[in-house]
Structure formats: structure tokens, C-alpha cells
């Protein structure tokens, strides 16, 4: 079993910036695609941003040249900077660690991001 410990969000004032981090247990955290989703009240669950094994990056287009994701394999951790804030952005994070063949894909446990206007 995975384990996936973000760290806390918080309250930001829009124009703002946030950092948050997502740390794995397990061995293969260097195998598998990262990404971090959000989840506003009363909207489902969307994609913010990937990075595979390769580094290569996606990002959601409310997002594009504002946040930057990437990882750290020697530390078992992926990073999402946030800049330039806005309310919209106003969620509750989630870190993934996507499946790798048989294995499934692990979630972590969300973290509040609240960007004030």
C-alpha cells in the first residue's frame, strides 16, 4: 500500500504564490507518472498537472504559465509551484501516482488551497 502525504495548503491572497509537495513511500515512485488534480465545490475532480518518468510536463489550460510542476526521485516527491493565484483556483488538492501495469493508482489525501480576492 502506497502511502501519499501532501503538505498543507493554505490561504493565499489572489496574485499570490503557493508550493505544495507530495511525498510517496514505496520504491518505484521513479516508474510512474505523478500528476496533482483539484476539486472545487460542486464541480468533479480535475486535472492540473503531470509529469511522467521523462519529465515531460501537461498542464490544464486555467493553469498554463502559472503553476509548475516537477519531481525529485531521489526524495520520492513531486512539487507543484503555484504562482500568479486566483480565486478560481480555490480547491482542495489531490497528489496521484498513477497505475503502472497490474498496480492501481494511489490518490493522496487532499489538500485545502483557498485563494482570497
Known amino acids: 500500500q502506497v502511502q501519499l502525504v501532501e503538505s498543507e495548503g493554505g490561504l493565499v491572497q489572489a496574485g499570490g504564490s503557493l508550493r505544495l509537495s507530495c511525498a510517496a513511500s514505496?520504491?518505484?515512485?521513479?516508474?510512474?507518472?505523478m500528476g496533482w488534480y483539484r476539486q472545487a465545490p460542486g464541480k468533479e475532480r480535475e486535472l492540473v498537472a503531470s509529469?511522467?518518468?521523462?519529465?515531460?510536463?501537461t498542464y490544464a489550460d486555467s493553469v498554463k504559465g502559472r503553476f509548475t510542476i516537477s519531481r525529485d526521485n531521489a526524495k520520492n516527491t513531486v512539487f507543484l509551484q503555484m504562482d500568479s493565484l486566483k480565486p478560481e483556483d480555490t480547491a482542495v488538492y489531490f497528489c496521484?501516482?498513477?497505475?503502472?501495469?497490474?498496480?492501481?493508482?494511489?490518490w493522496g489525501q487532499g489538500t485545502q488551497v483557498t485563494v482570497s480576492s
Open positions: 509529469i511522467t518518468t521523462a519529465g515531460t510536463t
Open positions: 496521484k501516482q498513477d497505475r503502472l501495469g497490474v498496480r492501481p493508482a494511489y
Open positions: 514505496g520504491n518505484i515512485f521513479s516508474f510512474v507518472t
